[in-house]
Every structure is written in structure tokens, then in C-alpha cells.
DNA sequence: CACAAGAAGCTTTTT
DNA sequence: GCTTCTTGTG
């Protein structure tokens, strides 16, 4: 049997048999069931859908969980079980989830269930991705590879593609490695090969060249003993397929399989399941009562290893114990390839599966759910759940809905709701904001450090993607495998040695021509005199210091070696020596990284893990208000809760409507519904009238989501009501109705169509609310913050490259105040307006005002209260 | 090789 | 409009 070697015990349940020292809540179920006939502990406090969905070990379950259902702890609690009632051995269970993060939770609560002593025997419990490396680090020769070999990162990915498009003879600017790269992706998300890709899509890319591209991308992977994120899935299906007798083992080995977040899995995920769930019985399907031990008759004789092991060892084998939890209404990944149908199917794709549905949400109240469930409800083509609650408390607010005049002012208003809360005795560490998008977020960091409001930004780049983070590992990499050219080419000519295009082009050929790896070829041209002495004197240097490197890697210790690859490199020199401002938080990072390797045992499983888990670990070490994406907040809640930015356009995105057409609405709805059940108990959604989009004022309408909120769960703020006191500049009449939101949104009406009289009556009369002055008072607090009141608060970015970037270079910013010179220069217009610099035009929402610079059909219009705007000539109309 | 001007993006993001 | 990457010039 191809793949597994002596030394890796596989069917290592001998030595992990629970049942010999059974131990925390094991002991206490197996004490609980021979004894009385109460429930083990682990089962108390659990509801009866929740105890259904963990006593249900047998046969297909799709757990359906609503947000805030106690999902996880199902999970854990139905692993505990199996565990507890000697279903399985630890090793027999197979557990998948989608990120590291909640792979790390599942760990934790096990540990904690079943007794933290018994890592030794753990379930197979991590991401898609770190399961893939586990199977294919075993059968790595049926893949071509060897089981050393390392994984690549986009960015790797993206530079070894752009060689090979240049190697193709095309041309990288028409052909952009980034494009492919992403094509690769989608590819490899559905299974498909090299040779089972469309025929459009192979030919759509490089003058046809695509998949002469994907063959020849694949075979530098393995040339250079690597893989891709997506052959981590990839690599296994096909040997899977491949190899039935390999198949075969992990029919046998895994009794339980259970997946989490079951509703964002891709094409190829989905392969990969079924591939492992699905026992091969001869035409017929497993089905309910297909519980009964029916192999036999199967005609699939028992393998002899199974009949060593118990009876009930033999008949579970014969059957698909999986188990997949996920929320159909939860599922927001569509767009990078998850399928919302492998939920919807999966009662077809594992006939006879028991259906269990979590309705009782522990999170939210009252409001926040019949506002969710309302919302949600307009979305076809789901399971269909309706979340409840017995929490009924009086005093719990409604969902808010606000309006703002423009993103300035919403950021101004969140600040101040959120201060007022912290008066309340709240902690920021409860609140969050969650954008859509993240170009949103900026408004709310400029309005915190200004008011010295401590928060935090989460998702963006992450730490191990930091520039000189990637430097230091190209370093580790290069000397943990000398053949490691893409981490060789990164750092040849770092810190800078004079080595330029030229010779690493020779280092290239040279490598190429002896078939050795460019380290080595390196070493080769040093001693050769085809180089001129200075970069030959440079060359040599760098193959020295890998030779010394790679030799103390067996007696250094990793850290300490670490670091004197930084130092002797003059990589940290080099850090010293910049005067930028980054240069200290980068020395930071690099002191950081080091540390970090602290907990790992050499410097190559340091390695692997930062391969596959690109996130840097970092607790909550202050109290600050989170802003993050709606897309990054799944899986968490917070006390209270701002959605701004709920506008049509922006949320729904323009373009999932555009490219997603209804399901693309679907989606976003869902993320919609993703970020109203964030919210345990206060909720507070915003609307602008006034975004600023790619640089263009644009007249903003309410998103059509507010309008698919439950009255009676809601409430408008009316414009006296949370600030008080402002007046519509405009002097109230039509525009302040005085309804300030009324509910009916004219979205059916054309976007940005609200110019007149239809604007009236929707939820964009926001003259009423914060009101105008406000924003002539931004202007002035505007122009402060450009000399920072940042001292004495603190700004955490979890996985940001930069902190706080570019708040000194707001100079010309400032509303749009640009430099009149410039944009008259650039009047040369392809579409002329019918407008001329210096008429009088009025605006429905900025009034009156001066046309100080025309742009195409792009207006800069000096506004009498307003201020200066860009804004569409759509807009405007003469006076 | 360094710096500056020019061009192309610009939704969400894990592994 | 802003930011980021690439290309061009000194």
C-alpha cells in the first residue's frame, strides 16, 4: 500500500484507546450512564434540537444552525459524545473547518471536554487546508512531490506566473500574472485539471495559451517541490481518486466525519467530502435505514483489520456518519467560490439524512431577531429557519435606524453614540462597527483619533504578509530549503548589494542550464570570473552567508539563529539605518516575529505554520472599539453594534448586483442578516445622503435593506431626536417633512434618480437629522486633524501593515478641497458639459452655488453654504 | 540605482 | 481623489 511509510503510525489506536484510561467527562458519562439514568454532564443545559443534533451519531446530519444557535458547542459536545460513549476513537474522527480561528476554538473545547490531557489522541481536527497538507505530506509521491515540500503564497504564486507568462512570450501587461493567478484559483476550486478546464476558459487567456499555462505552472510547482493553496485540496482529491486502495484507508480509519460552516464550502471541498464520506456500496445509496448493518450483503467483504477491532467498529464502517453544520442564510463567500447549494443538496447528495434545525437564539433580543428574520425572509431558495427567542424584556431597544447627511458626519454621530455608551459603562471591547467595505473605515480612524478614542481595525493585510515580515522568511526559507528559489530571488538583493536585473538574470540561466537551484548557481558564478568583481564580491558574500547559515542550523538554536540571519544580513542594519516612519514598527515586527518562533520546535515547522496560517495570533490587550468588514465579523457578537453605510450602491454593493444579478442580491441580503445578528442587544444602522465615491460626491439613497425591516422592530431617529437642536439649513419646508425617514424607499426608481420631488417621503430626507451646520462644522475640526490629536491614545490594527498611514497628507484633502488650477487644467473634457465655468446652478441637497472647474461631466461647484463639491452635472441644474 | 512622474485599480478574503 | 505599482529619466 503506496504511501504510508514504517515509521508514521497510522492506525494508531492501540495506543490511543480512550476506553483504557478514560479520563475528565469521559469518565463521568461512562459513570452517568452505568449509573443513574440522568444525562452526562456534558449534555446538560442542552436543548432538545441540540441534543438531538449530538445523540444523532449515525447516519447522514445536517445541522441547521441559525446565528447565535450554540453551533460550536454542538460540535464539540457531539465529538465529546461519540468520544464518551466509545463510538470512536479519538483518531477515527475527523473534524473540518473553514479557518484557523474556529479550528482553534474546536481544539480548545474539546481539550477542555474531554480532559486537556488527552492531546496524545486527538481527533484530525483543522482547516480544509491543514487536513490536505496532513494527507498529502503522506502520499506526497503520488503526486509527484516529496513530503518535505513547502507551500507557496499568492505572492509566490504571482511572481513564479508572471515568469512563466514572460517565459511564454507574452506580454505580462496584456496578460496580468494576478488575473491567472485568480483563474488558477477558481479552477482548482472546482477540481478541475489542466486538461478538464473549459475550453473557453483555457483559451480566453494568453492569446489561448491558458492551459499550456496551467500544465506548465504545475510543472515548475513540482520542479520546485511545491504547492499552491488550492492543490492542498487538490493534490488529495486526485490521489483519492487515483489511488481507491489509498481511499480505502481513510474509509476505514475515519468512523466520523463533521464539518463546520458546511454552507461556505467550494466545488472542491465538496469533492473532497464526499470522496472521503462516501463508501463505495455498489450502486446503492445508503440510505435511513441503511443504519442497519447491511455490508454484506454489499458484497463488500470486511476487510480482516476491521474484524480485529470491535463489532461496532465494523458496522459503523459501513455507513456515512457525517455530519455538516452551517446556516444557508449565513453564507457570504459565493463570490470566491462557495457554494450555497452544497447545503441546500445535501438531503440529495446523502439520502436518508436527519435534518435538525437550531431555531433558539441565545444572542440577540427580541428586536434584533424579528428584524434578522424579517430581513432574511426575502430571500428565496433557502432552508428556511425562524430564529426565536423567550428573552422578552421591556426595556431592550429597538433596532435604530439613523440618518446622516454625509460619511464625515456618520462617522461624527457613531463617535459620539459610542462615547456615550462608554458613559453608560460600557466597554469598547463590546462595540463594534462593521462596514462593507473597507475603504469605509477610514472616516471612523480619522474621527477616533481625533477624539482619542481608542479602536481597533481588524482584517487587512495580515502580519505575515507585511513586507519585511515576507524579507526575513525569504531568509528562513532559502536556508530551511536551498532550493527555494522564488524566497532566493526575493532576497538576493536584500539589503541592497548592487546586485541588479542583470545578474539575476545570469544567476537565472545559469540555474536553469545545470538544473541546479539558484543558490547554487549563485555559489557557481562567484567562483567563475563571468561576472564583473562587484557583484561577484556581493554574489560571494550571499553564498557564504546561506553556506554558514544552513550549517547552524543543525546546532543553533532557531530563534537565536533567526536573528543572526537579520543581523549578519544587514537586514536589520538596514532597518536602522531608514528614517522613514515605518522603519521603528517594522524593527518591531521583525523583534515580533522572532519571538513567535519561540513556540515552535525548529525553524521548518515554524514555517509550515506560517504557510497556513497567515494570521498573526494577538489577544484583545486593551479596551477599544473593533471596526471590521461585515465579512470578517462572522462567527462573532458584540453587545452593540453600528452598521453604517446602508445605502443602495454601497450595501447592496453596485457590483454584486451588477455581476451577481438576484443571487448576488441574495448574498448581499444575507451578509445584511450577518450583521444584524452581530448584535446581542443594542443595534444602530446608518444611512448617509452625501458618499464620497472614487473622489466624486455623489447623492447616495437608502438601501433597499431598511425598507425590508420590520416596523415594529425599528426605529426611525428622527433628527431632534439624538442630536438635538440642528435645523435643515434649507430652512425645513418640503425637505424636512418632518418624518425625517419615512419608510417607503423609491429604490425601484432609477439610482441617483433623487433629485426633485421623488426624493421626498424617503429615507434620505436627511436635512432633518444631524443637520447641515454640523458639516460646516466638520470643515473647521477637519483641517485640525491633520495636526493629530494623537497622544495619549492608543491605535491597535490587528494584522495591518502600516499604523496609522498617511493622516499628515490630508492636506489637500479636505473635502474635496483641491487646488482650482489643477482641475481647470485637466478640463480637457472628452464628454463636454452643457456647463460653464462660472454659472449658477442649484443642487438639491448642497443649494446654490458657483461652477468653479468643469471635469467631462465632472463639476466643481463652489456652494454658497456647502462649501466646495465635486459633484455629476446629473445634479445640478442652472439658475 | 534612486527618485519622480504616470497609469491603473477601487467589494468582500481564507488558506 | 487616493494609493499603489510600474515605467522613465537623471
Not at 463533521?258 to 467550494?266: M, W
Not at 537565536?560 to 528614517?579: C, F, H, Q
Not at 446608518?686 to 425599528?714: A, K
Amino acid at each position: 500500500m503506496s504511501g504510508f511509510s514504517e515509521d508514521m503510525p497510522f492506525f494508531d489506536e492501540p495506543n490511543a484507546r480512550p476506553a483504557a484510561a478514560p479520563s475528565g467527562i469521559a469518565a463521568r458519562a461512562m459513570a452517568a450512564r452505568s449509573g443513574q439514568n440522568s444525562a452526562p454532564d456534558y449534555l446538560r443545559g442542552l436543548n432538545p434540537e441540540q441534543r438531538l443534533a449530538i445523540e444523532t451519531t449515525e447516519g447522514p446530519v445536517l445541522v441547521l444552525a441559525g446565528a447565535g444557535t450554540g453551533k460550536t458547542r454542538v460540535l464539540t459536545t457531539r465529538i465529546a459524545h461519540i468520544l464518551a460513549t466509545g463510538r470512536a476513537f479519538p483518531s477515527q474522527i475527523l473534524a473540518v473547518t473553514f479557518t484557523n480561528k474556529a479550528a482553534r476554538e474546536m481544539k480548545q473545547r474539546i481539550g477542555h471536554l474531554i480532559g486537556e490531557g488527552n492531546v496524545e489522541g486527538m481527533p484530525w481536527l483543522g482547516t480544509f487546508h491543514s487536513i490536505g497538507v496532513k494527507l498529502l505530506r503522506r502520499h506526497a509521491e503520488l503526486a509527484g512531490l516529496k513530503s518535505d515540500f513547502t507551500i507557496l503564497d499568492t505572492d509566490d504564486v504571482v511572481r513564479l506566473i508572471k515568469q512563466l507568462i514572460q517565459a511564454e512570450g507574452l506580454d505580462d501587461k496584456r496578460w496580468p500574472a494576478k488575473t491567472f493567478a485568480q483563474m488558477l484559483d477558481n479552477w482548482k476550486n472546482k477540481g478541475l485539471g489542466p486538461d478538464e478546464i473549459a475550453e473557453g476558459d483555457a483559451r480566453s487567456f494568453g492569446n489561448g495559451k491558458g492551459r499550456q499555462l496551467y500544465k506548465a505552472y504545475q510543472e515548475r510547482l513540482q520542479t520546485l517541490n511545491s504547492c499552491d493553496f488550492g492543490d492542498l485540496l487538490y493534490h488529495p482529491i486526485r490521489i483519492f481518486r487515483a489511488y481507491p486502495d489509498v481511499l480505502k484507508e481513510y474509509h476505514r480509519k475515519f468512523k466520523y466525519i463533521l464539518v463546520d460552516e458546511y454552507q461556505d464550502t467550494n466545488t472542491a471541498q465538496y469533492m473532497w467530502l464526499r470522496l472521503l464520506a462516501q463508501r463505495p456500496q455498489a450502486g446503492r445509496s445508503p440510505s435511513a435505514e441503511g443504519r442497519k448493518p447491511d455490508r454484506a450483503s454489499a458484497g463488500q467483504a470486511a476487510p480482516a483489520e476491521a474484524s480485529e477491532r470491535s463489532e461496532r467498529a465494523a458496522v459503523s464502517e459501513t455507513k456515512v456518519n457525517i455530519c455538516c453544520v452551517g446556516d444557508d442564510d449565513q453564507s457570504i463567500y459565493g463570490w470566491r467560490g462557495a457554494e450555497v447549494d452544497n447545503i441546500l443538496r445535501f438531503d440529495k447528495d446523502f439520502p436518508g439524512a436527519t435534518i435538525i434545525r437550531l431555531e433558539r437564539n441565545y444572542r440577540s433580543t427580541a428586536h434584533i431577531l424579528g428584524a434578522a428574520s424579517h430581513l432574511i425572509a426575502h430571500n428565496e431558495g433557502r432552508f428556511g429557519k425562524t430564529l426565536f427567542t423567550d428573552r422578552d424584556d421591556p426595556e431592550d431597544d429597538k433596532v435604530h435606524v439613523h440618518a446622516a447627511w454625509d460619511s464625515e458626519e456618520e462617522a461624527r454621530a457613531i463617535g459620539d453614540a459610542i462615547e456615550a455608551y462608554q458613559r453608560q459603562k460600557h466597554n469598547l471591547n463590546d462595540m463594534a462597527i462593521l462596514v462593507r467595505a473597507s475603504f469605509q473605515m477610514r472616516a471612523f480612524e480619522d474621527r477616533f483619533i481625533t477624539l482619542g478614542l481608542n479602536y481597533r481595525v481588524i482584517g487587512g493585510p495580515r502580519f505575515y504578509e507585511r513586507l519585511e515580515i515576507r524579507d526575513a522568511l525569504a531568509f528562513f526559507r532559502v536556508v530551511a530549503n536551498g532550493g527555494d528559489d522564488l524566497a532566493f530571488e526575493r532576497i538576493v538583493n536584500v539589503p541592497k548589494r548592487g546586485l541588479g536585473e542583470a545578474t539575476i538574470r545570469q544567476i537565472h540561466d545559469t540555474a536553469r542550464a545545470m538544473r541546479i537551484p539558484m543558490l547554487e548557481a549563485a555559489a557557481t558564478l562567484a567562483e567563475s570570473d563571468e561576472l564583473k568583481p562587484k557583484p561577484r564580491a556581493a554574489l560571494r558574500e550571499v553564498a557564504a552567508n546561506f553556506e554558514r547559515w544552513q550549517k547552524a542550523l543543525e546546532t543553533k538554536p532557531h530563534t537565536e539563529l533567526a536573528e543572526t540571519i537579520l543581523e549578519e544580513s544587514g537586514y536589520t542594519d538596514m532597518w536602522k539605518n531608514d528614517r522613514s516612519a515605518e522603519a521603528p514598527g517594522r524593527l518591531e515586527n521583525l523583534k515580533e516575529l522572532i519571538r513567535s518562533m519561540e513556540e515552535y520546535e525548529s525553524l521548518r515547522a515554524f514555517l509550515e505554520h506560517v504557510a497556513l496560517v497567515m494570521e498573526a495570533e494577538q489577544g484583545e490587550s486593551q479596551d477599544a472599539v473593533s471596526i471590521m468588514t461585515l465579512h470578517s465579523a462572522k462567527g462573532l457578537e458584540f453587545e452593540t453594534v453600528f452598521l453604517p453605510g446602508w445605502e443602495e450602491g454601497l450595501f447592496p454593493h453596485q457590483r454584486a448586483l451588477d455581476e451577481g444579478g438576484r443571487s448576488g442580491l441574495e448574498e448581499e441580503r444575507r451578509l445584511a442578516y450577518v450583521g444584524l445578528t452581530r448584535a446581542k442587544k443594542n443595534l444602530h444602522i446608518w444611512f448617509v445622503s452625501n458618499r464620497l465615491i472614487h473622489g466624486l460626491w455623489q447623492s447616495t439613497i437608502p438601501s433597499r435593506f431598511l425598507d425590508e425591516l420590520p416596523e415594529t422592530h425599528v426605529d426611525v431617529a428622527d433628527g431632534g431626536n439624538s442630536y438635538g437642536g440642528y435645523g435643515n439649513p434649507y430652512g425645513g419646508g418640503a425637505f424636512a417633512s418632518g418624518r425625517a425617514g419615512g419608510r417607503q424607499n423609491p429604490y425601484g426608481a432609477s439610482r441617483f434618480d433623487n433629485i426633485g420631488a421623488n426624493d421626498q417621503g424617503s429615507f434620505s430626507n436627511t436635512y432633518a437629522t444631524p443637520g447641515w451646520q454640523r458639516a460646516q462644522a466638520n470643515r473647521t475640526e477637519a483641517t485640525d486633524r491633520n495636526w493629530g490629536t494623537r497622544s495619549g491614545h492608543q491605535v491597535e490594527r490587528i494584522g495591518y501593515g502600516e499604523t496609522d498611514s498617511g493622516y499628515g497628507a490630508g492636506r489637500t484633502s479636505v473635502k474635496g478641497r483641491t487646488i482650482e488650477g489643477e482641475l481647470i487644467a485637466k478640463s480637457v473634457a472628452d464628454t463636454p458639459s452643457a456647463f460653464n465655468v462660472g454659472d449658477r446652478v442649484f443642487h438639491q441637497k448642497f443649494g446654490n452655488g458657483n461652477i468653479a472647474a468643469i471635469d467631462g461631466n465632472k463639476l466643481t461647484i463652489d456652494f454658497d453654504k456647502a462649501g466646495q463639491k465635486r459633484v455629476l452635472d446629473g445634479f445640478v441644474a442652472p439658475v
